[in-house]
């Protein structure tokens, strides 16, 4: 069911110039004992060299996977990629075997995992792991000296204080925000085109998010590398992203620029979402929250799935899933899952705060 | 690591000390210890001079402290079976020759649970795993007596390969090593698969991966280097399952190692040579789990620093 997209006003969906990567109706399945969930479910994006790109939703909606399944890493052995293409420097990373997967994995595309605290090994040291990431991909042709300081130097570029002590620690040995500080230079040791970044879902700590921010950063600016964030928080994506892609139930319903979506969501999940983020200058004490969770895997909606959250559902909604449709002009590379928007001049109306 | 090794010496000799109390209390529950201590036959000299040489006429605290003396300079008193023989020459004549196979029945029983563990974590719910499952259930729900006759039967009796019993060369070795190995075998596997399991699934495999590590390195060096852990805590129970097998297995196998001399022992009423095993045994096991423990904080680097 991929659908074309309807123009909404004179817009052209696809933008060129320096894609690097470009995912087309890709479909990752778990088949569970009890049923199988449609992780992802016919999601597309693409991304460019050297953007900021945000996938944003709520717990469960099936960012990890859909950022696992660019690996060729989706969960193993209930999640199967089903359909779809990835498209990767004029290459389709499904067409791969494991063998040449390797070689993309860590060298070319590479990810932080949601959980950077137990993503170290406990039971080999922090030099140990990260000079691995090097000899994984180059083989043993360094000589363990050159090695040492091409780790070294690395540590000192996610800022680890006195990298040549910390060099034989194990993980326990370190605080979490050095954790992710490691795994952050895990992943640009191969100078990777693409550092997939999935938040960590329990940041509770604030200041280690703002570490991990601010380490994503200063990745971006010294290497130039394309970063897929994956986050629940609209608030950072404006912060951080040049584009996003809202998802929801293993589907993306909104994508487009952040300053045009922010400004003007058209699909009433993101206005909801949107709407939830605290102001700095409202200072509002509670935030909205949309209310209902996202449909059980079971019970997939045969429609739109926001339908049964929906405040605009009609039953349409509930029984077909929506075309997807252009934004406003000046922003030609908005596009909205939702039926409302035949209508060219609707727009979901403000909740009260 | 240094304070670790101290403290856990100091618990291995208060669990020694609990052993001899339990053993000193054992001969003298049911009245006068010369009735378990000596033969119904024995005669009134000899009764009295087991008297003096225990203290028995003595408070029995004192009788303790005698019984501690002797046992510290290695005087578990005399076989009765061997008259003569200090049961404790006895015991220490025979226990490299169990421990020689306990050390070959490890050996076997690591050699096949690690590579069943792993595989069947590796294939979880193939036939590699049913096989390994059922490979492990035999060796574990057999008897060791009755695998060990069947064994003779098989191997001894009609191909001729390996010899019925007894000791000397290799071939002796091999059928009593895989009979007290087996068994053990099933709960190692278990353990390995279960943890290996848990490790394949875990962030850092998956980092590892993301890395674009090969299978194999991830199997062997990031999974199972964790997953072993966990069996390594087995390893002190497995000792002792090692050496309580010894005295079915050898029996059957005529193997002149502690095992066999217990059963003779017993059979002849012989409580001097069966108390002295009871305290080899214990001290064996013991100061097996104090090693596994030392190893487990050298091979875990959480450990050595809490
Ligand atoms: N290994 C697995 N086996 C079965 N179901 C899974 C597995 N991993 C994920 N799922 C299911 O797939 C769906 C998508 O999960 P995913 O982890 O991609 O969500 P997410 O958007 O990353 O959520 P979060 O923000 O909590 O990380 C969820 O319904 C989840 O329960
Ligand atoms: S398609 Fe219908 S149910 Fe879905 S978001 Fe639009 S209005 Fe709501
Ligand atoms: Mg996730």
């Known amino acids: 069911m991929s659908n074309e997209p309807t123009l909404r006003k004179n817009t052209t969906q696809r933008a060129n110039g320096n894609v690097i990567l470009d995912v087309k109706d890709l479909r990752t399945y778990l088949f569970t004992k009890k049923a199988v969930v449609k992780a992802v479910d016919g999601v597309s994006f693409f991304l460019r060299k050297g953007e900021t790109f945000g996938i944003v939703g709520e717990s469960g909606s099936g960012k990890s996977t859909t950022a696992l399944s660019l690996l060729r890493m989706e969960p193993k052995p209930a999640g199967r990629i089903v359909g779809g293409e990835i498209w990767f420097y004029g290459e389709n990373i499904l067409d791969k075997n494991e063998k040449e997967m390797r070689k993309i994995r860590g060298s070319r595309i590479s990810m932080i995992l949601q959980d950077p605290q137990t993503s170290l090994n406990p039971v080999f040291t922090i030099g140990n792991q990260v000079s691995e990431a090097f000899t994984v991909q180059e083989g043993r042709k360094n000589n363990q000296g050159t090695l040492l300081q091409r780790v070294i130097d690395l540590l000192r570029k996610v800022n680890i204080a006195a990298p040549e002590r910390r060099f034989s620690d194990y993980p326990h040995q370190m605080s979490g925000g050095m954790k992710q500080r490691v795994v952050g230079a895990i992943s640009i040791s191969c100078a990777p085109d693409i550092v997939i970044a999935d938040e960590p879902t329990s940041a509770l700590d604030l200041t280690i998010q703002a570490q991990y921010l601010r380490l994503l950063r200063e990745i971006q600016q010294t290497t130039g590398i394309s970063i897929i964030f994956i986050t629940h928080d609209f608030g950072i994506v404006a912060k951080m992203c040049d584009r996003v892609a809202i998802m929801y139930a293993g589907k993306i319903v909104e994508h487009g620029p952040v300053r045009a979506i922010f400004n003007h969501p058209l699909h009433p999940y993101t206005h909801a979402l949107i709407s939830s983020v605290p102001r700095m200058e409202a200072r509002v004490e509670r935030l909205f929250s949309i209310p209902g969770q996202l449909p059980a895997p079971g019970e997939m909606p045969a429609g739109c799935r926001f339908a049964p959250r929906c405040m605009y559902a009609d039953d349409r909604c509930h029984k077909e899933y929506p075309p997807t449709f252009g934004g406003l002009s000046e922003h030609t590379e908005h596009t909205t899952d939702c039926w409302r928007l035949e209508d060219p001049t609707w727009e979901p109306k403000s909740y009260s705060r | ?306």
């Open chain 2, 1 to 306: 690591m240094q304070r670790f090794i101290i403290r856990r010496l100091l618990q291995t000799l208060v669990t020694l000390l609990a052993v001899s109390i339990i053993v000193f209390a054992l001969a003298r529950l049911s009245g006068d210890p010369r009735d378990a201590l000596m033969p119904m036959e024995a005669s009134r000299a000899d009764r009295e001079r087991i008297l003096v040489h225990w203290g028995l006429d003595q408070p029995v605290h004192m009788q303790y402290l005698v019984f501690i003396g002797n046992a510290l300079r290695g005087d578990f008193g005399e076989s009765l079976q061997w008259p003569g023989r200090k049961a404790l020459d006895l015991v220490l004549d025979r226990l490299g020759n169990t421990m020689e196979l306990a050390a070959v029945a490890l050996v076997f029983a690591i050699a096949l649970a690690v590579p069943i563990g792993v595989l069947s974590a590796v294939h979880k719910d193939s036939r590699t795993d049913f096989l390994g499952k059922l490979i492990a259930l035999l060796g574990q729900s057999l008897p060791h007596f009755w695998i060990g006759i069947v064994f003779i039967w098989i191997f001894s009796v009609h191909l001729r390969w390996l010899p019925t019993s007894g000791r000397g060369t290799f071939q002796h070795m091999i059928m009593p090593a895989i009979v007290i190995g087996w068994f053990q075998v099933a709960a190692l596997m278990r353990l390995i698969r279960s943890s290996m399991l848990e490790s394949l699934d875990s962030e850092y495999v998956k980092l590892a991966r993301i890395k674009g590590v090969s299978e194999r390195m991830i199997i062997w060096k990031h999974a199972f280097r964790n997953a072993a852990i966990t069996p390594l805590t087995y390893f002190g129970v497995m000792m002792s399952y090692l050496v309580v097998g010894s005295i079915t297995t050898e029996t059957v196998f005529s193997w002149p190692g502690v095992g066999y001399l217990v059963v003779q022992a017993v059979t002849a009423r012989d409580f001097q040579v069966v108390q002295t095993v009871a305290i080899v045994f214990a001290t064996v096991i013991i100061l097996m789990n104090l090693a596994v423990d030392i190893l487990y904080a050298y091979i875990d680097p959480r450990i050595r620093y809490d």
